[in-house]
């Protein structure tokens, strides 16, 4: 990090303050943007930095580079920026941002707000030069923040083309304060005090005036036009001579003041213009010079253009537009002295541990072999931190036989390519290491021979592979590679070793594995657990989560989730878990579990949270999940307009992208059970139909849940013939999985089956045996989906329980009882408690509180028929006083 | 948006010294009537933005860009 960039520059000694620009920036204050707008050279930064000195205001500062253009680095700056007004500012989205799989940039944003809101003083946040970024990424950041700042917060936005923030909207919201090119340019009044009063030079009322039209206000213009005064013995001759002849005046200007400098001030000039910024020793080596620090200092004094960059005067920068007049001269001169310069600045940044600047000192010069070999040692790093954006802005940059020779900058760079969906492009770059591996593979070669020296590199390599080959290859081969990476690496990196065994796992469930798929993924987590990369911890666990569900495990998944979330929180990313869409899994499948042992406060919080995290979702997986747990948890608490409307969004999502076979068909399921119960039949046939549920049967494990409820809707139609052969082809894949929630599932169908058939006993022992297989993990939603025709077993099954005729325990169907019960008077609003037309008018009376006599009064009936109805009111809600049961009454929406 | 691509002309305020001609890549500088022409074969879209934007940057004014030939 370099921290002259967060550096308020000073504004120097020959400042023209500019009270009325002040008044206008003070105006600011009451709004969420200042925006500085105007080309180089009207004294933008002097502007803000001035006012900022005179009023004592504070202020986050960034002067922005093209290498702020990747979101991490952006926002690590401006994080680090507002760490020196607040010092714990931003703690936990740092760490979020510190993370290789670049979290969206929303959830970092959201946090940060949360801790922009502590601030409760004014506090400007500068970003300088903003027209140097071109990331959409970053520019919808901004645009977020500007949404979300509280009122003390204020962004100022100085740049040289105006930026693509909705300014229209801020400015009809009166949250904008411009200032522009005319606001910037100097008057004859502020040209008097700066030659005159300032500069000490004496200039004329019609030299002033005459300088103001031919330099159109431009205040570098003017400054340039200060310093090639210096010595001259007739100024009023030289400003009639400016311009004469119609020649940009930046030429004419720089060319007249280089004139009057000694040559070695001039060739320092010319020469250290290639330099981004400027220390002593850094001078000293380009130059072979050992005066630099005198000569910066004079150049200072002398209002040279040179902006120191830190109080301790180590660091300076040339005014940009100076340093590219500067450098324009220079190019001019020899190709040959250029390279010398460059390639001395990059050595010298390389040996001072600035990779960044020494890179793109290399790049100027296309040296790619050099920027390469130094992207090479930090390219990990930058990995490691998120800065993805810089990583593919460098793999752009260099030619692809560059990158092909280097194998550690191609792993990252191949790595983040496959994550952002290019597996194709990733490829050409992992050739060579492909074809190491397979030699590996057919006993050609050792490792150590395929990539010398590095067993770790070549295990990453692997690991890449396997990656890169996850949806394409056969699972065999995908396995191969892993253990091949898990040998090198040799458990010395618990990040890519937990990777190779995550991919290990897909594989094997991909064969059809689903115990070894486990065991693989739990090998996977505990080494995610060893690093800090809630990325890899997170994906790990929705897929242990996912697959103990899919087995009926349901007491261990969920007792995953806590602990993982509680992990987090240990770690210090409570907070986080919230926010990161890669959470949204983890958030879905607990509200699923909960809604199955009918928690629903909890389930509907959950599947609440899964929701908001999924809008950030890259993974559309995440997407369908939160949609569905969401249509769940809203259905189970009768909600089921909100239930449907889900399932069309989900079809929004579901038009745009193709999601695999499980979740399509707990979709599919799940819609036609959806229309089923709102008695919509021919449309849920039509919908089987469109989905091809008719046609091809194509039963699998992964596809059972949405035929055990094509099967419901044959039995709807009276097919029953088609049902039951269906249905016992299901049970055939279900009974050999082991697949508690489908057998559950499927027995009430059978359940239903035979209820419809009049075949009581069989419906009765059907639905016991579902009762059975359902108490061990607790499941009873499925058990209060067809109530309204389960109903008729209701009574025999507590009988037969009560009888001791089953083996279910008493805490599970005591329950279950307390579940149904409450379920059937949520679902009919007014329950079925016997109570008459005259019980529940005296209920009413009684929630108004009235007195015995004034109910008998208002029901024409004497005093001893309202006793009466109060003793069978109390006993029919089960209660002993008169505020118990209007207390019941208004639960059960009776008053 | 317009596409800009093929033989085009930027014409600039002002007399700009041909030592320029190495920044605007591609582009060649010639003169009329107290402006600066640029003219050449562009691209596409970037190429002509990192033009407009080397413009920008130098202060200098815009007065007209156009396809050659219309």
């Known amino acids: 990090m370099l921290l002259t960039k967060l550096h308020i520059p000073q504004a120097g000694n020959n400042v023209v303050h500019r009270s009325e620009l002040f008044e206008k920036l003070k105006s600011g204050l009451s709004r969420k943007l200042i925006l500085v707008s105007a080309p180089a050279g009207y004294g933008k930064t002097t502007l803000l930095s001035d006012w900022i000195n005179q009023n004592k205001i504070s202020a986050a500062w960034l002067s922005l580079d093209n290498g702020d253009n990747d979101p991490a680095v952006f926002l690590s700056y401006v994080i680090s920026g507002i760490q020196g007004i607040q010092a714990d500012f931003g703690q936990s989205a740092l760490r979020l941002l510190n993370s290789p799989n670049s979290p969206s940039v929303e959830s970092i944003a959201s946090l940060l707000i949360n801790d922009l809101l502590i601030i409760d003083k004014n506090l400007l946040l500068v970003l300088d030069d903003f027209h140097l970024i071109r990331s959409n990424e970053i520019s919808k950041l901004v645009i977020y923040f500007l949404e979300h700042i509280p009122g003390n917060i204020h962004f100022v936005i100085l740049t040289r083309s105006d930026p693509a923030l909705s300014l229209s909207r801020l400015r009809s919201q009166h949250q904008l304060v411009e200032i522009r090119l005319s606001d910037l340019s100097f008057s004859a009044n502020d040209i008097f005090v700066l030659f005159n009063k300032k500069l000490k030079l004496v200039l004329s009322i019609d030299d002033v005036c005459s300088l103001e039209t031919k330099t159109e206000g431009w205040i570098a213009g003017l400054q340039l036009a200060a310093l090639s005064m210096q010595g001259r013995e007739d100024i009023s001759k030289f400003v009639r001579d400016l311009k004469g002849d119609n020649r940009y005046i930046m030429d004419y200007l720089m060319e007249e003041v280089l004139k009057i400098q000694t040559d070695e001030i001039k060739e320092f000039l010319l020469q250290t213009s290639i330099l981004e910024q400027m220390s002593a020793p850094l001078c000293n080596t380009v130059l072979n010079r050992s005066d630099s620090q005198l000569i910066l200092e004079t150049l200072e004094r002398d209002n040279m253009f040179v902006i120191p960059l830190d109080n301790e005067r180590n660091w300076y920068r040339y005014h940009h537009l100076f340093a590219d007049l500067l450098r324009q001269r220079l190019i001019l001169q020899s190709d040959l002295q250029l390279e010398r310069l460059h390639n001395k600045a990059c050595d010298w940044y390389d040996e001072n541990s600035l990779p960044e600047l020494a890179i793109y000192h290399a790049l100027e010069t296309r040296n790619f072999e050099q920027a390469i070999r130094i992207l090479s040692r930090i390219v990990e790093r930058m990995w490691e931190v998120g800065q993805h954006s810089a990583i593919l802005r460098y793999g752009n940059l260099l030619p692809d036989e560059v990158i092909k020779g280097n194998q550690e900058f191609a792993l990252y760079y191949s790595w983040i390519l496959i994550t952002a969906g290019q597996v194709a492009e990733s490829e050409k770059y992992l050739d060579y290491a492909q074809k190491a591996i397979d030699s590996v593979i057919r006993g050609e070669g050792s490792a150590k021979k395929a990539i010398p020296d590095n067993k770790f590199l070549f295990g990453k390599l692997a690991t890449t592979l396997a990656y890169m080959k996850l949806f394409s290859a056969p699972p065999e081969t995908i396995i191969k590679y892993s253990e091949i990476a898990i040998d090198n690496l040799s458990g010395a990196n618990p990040l890519w070793t937990g990777w190779a065994w995550y991919f290990i796992g897909n594989a094997e469930l991909v064969r059809g594995g689903v115990h070894k798929g486990l065991d693989a993924f739990n090998r996977a987590l505990e080494y995610s657990r060893k690093t800090d990369n809630i990325y890899l911890i997170a994906t790990i666990t929705s897929a242990i989560v996912s697959r103990r569900c899919a087995l009926g495990q349901y007491r261990d998944a969920f007792a995953l989730c806590t602990d993982t979330l509680s992990l987090m929180s240990r770690r210090g990313f409570s907070g986080i878990a919230k926010v990161e869409w890669t959470f949204t899994g983890l958030f879905s499948m607990m509200s699923v579990i909960q809604c199955f042992w009918t928690n629903y406060d909890e389930a509907l919080e959950n599947a609440k949270t899964a929701y908001k995290l999924c809008e950030n979702a890259r993974d559309i997986r995440y997407k369908i999940m939160a949609l569905l747990a969401y249509s769940y948890a809203l259905h189970a608490v009768e909600d089921k307009e909100g239930a449907f409307d889900k399932i069309g969004e989900l079809e929004d999502v579901l038009k745009r992208y193709k999601i695999a076979p499980f979740l399509a068909s707990t979709y599919i399921g799940w819609k036609i059970y959806l229309l089923i119960e709102k008695q919509e039949i021919n449309k849920a046939a039509d919908f089987a139909e469109e989905v091809g549920l008719e046609q091809h049967l194509k039963l699998s494990f992964e596809t059972l849940y949405s035929y055990i409820h094509f099967a419901r809707l044959l039995l709807q139609q009276n097919e029953y013939i088609r049902a039951e052969e269906l249905m016992s082809e299901i049970y055939v894949i279900a009974k050999k999985a082991n697949g508690i929630e489908r057998l559950i599932d499927l027995k009430l169908a059978y359940a239903l089956m035979y209820i419809s058939k009049n075949e009581h006993e069989k419906a009765l022992s059907e639905y016991i045996e579902a009762l059975d297989m359902a108490a061990d993990e607790n499941l009873i939603i499925q058990f209060l989906f067809d109530l309204d025709q389960m109903g008729v077993l209701l009574n025999d099954v507590y009988r037969m329980h009560a009888e001791g005729k089953t083996s279910i325990s008493d805490s599970f169907m005591q329950k279950f009882r307390q579940a149904v019960g409450s379920k059937i008077r949520q679902s009919k609003g007014s329950p079925d408690l016997g109570l008459s037309t005259r019980e529940i008018e005296t209920l009413k009376f009684i929630a108004e509180d009235l007195s015995n006599q004034e109910i008998a009064d208002r029901l024409f009936v004497s005093i001893n028929t309202v006793k009466t109805h109060l003793k069978n009111i109390f006993m029919k809600l089960g209660v002993d006083s008169r505020t118990k049961a209007v207390k019941k009454a208004k639960l059960l929406s009776l008053v | ?70």
């Open chain 2, 1 to 70: 948006m317009i596409k800009m691509k093929g033989k085009t002309r930027i014409v600039i305020k002002g007399h700009l010294d041909q030592e320029w001609t190495n920044r605007f890549e591609g582009m060649k500088i010639s003169y009329e009537a107290g402006s600066t022409i640029l003219s050449g074969n562009l691209k596409d879209d970037s190429h002509l933005h990192g033009i407009l934007e080397i413009i920008r940057d130098l202060n200098l004014t815009l007065i007209s860009v156009n396809p050659e030939g219309n």
